[in-house]
């Protein structure tokens, strides 16, 4: 049974900084192999931890669709194909494997991807011990019910009055919707000396 750590927060508070160094501290103590996955559009956790993307859920679901319309995947469902494609996206590397999302087909449409990466984690994940989810800002992913519950949601943010009330906002959401947690750990980073972030909550 995996582990699930979900990383998330407010926009450019170091979610993928965080997420990378979860991952190697996982490895350092030697909890492998650790399954990354890069849940935000905006891929930039392979350079955090040291390797390049190749290929994405999003771009794998595109490869699928034209290849399917070409004849080129009879003999085996459309889900089966898919899932093909996207095992041959994954990043192989020392202690850890890396998938990313990346962008969504279309004009801004995430939900067949958001689908295709939930059954993607559900089928994969179980072959690791430890899985790293790098969200993008926001409750956006999780509240889509890409992952059913975490055993650890860690919440991010700057020492800024901003971000913790995104922060506070994030927390509040994340109950209304049920989101299934056993562990809350809560991140605040760039707290300048002497400085307590919590002192007007």
Known sequence: ???????????????????????????????????????????????????????????????????????????????????????????????????SMGRPEGAGCYCYANNVLKSVIAEISSQYPYVVLDNEAGLENLSRRIVQKVDMLVLVSDASGAGLNTLSRLHALADEMGIKYDRLLLVVNRIRGGQDPFAAY
Do not use: Y
Request: aromatic share 2%; glycine share 12%; hydrophobic share 45%.
């Open 1 to 99: 049974m995996s582990i699930l750590i979900a990383v998330t927060g407010k926009g450019g508070v170091g979610k993928t900084t965080l997420s990378a160094l979860l991952v190697k501290q996982l490895l350092a103590n030697g909890k492998k192999p650790v399954l990354a996955i890069d849940a935000d559009p905006n891929s930039c956790l392979d350079a955090a931890l040291g390797v390049t993307v190749k290929g994405t859920v999003g771009g794998a679901r595109e490869e699928a669709k034209a290849e399917a319309q070409k004849g080129l995947a009879a003999g085996i469902t459309k889900q089966e194909f898919l899932r093909m494609k996207i095992e041959q996206s994954l990043v192989e590397a020392e202690g850890f494997d890396l998938i």
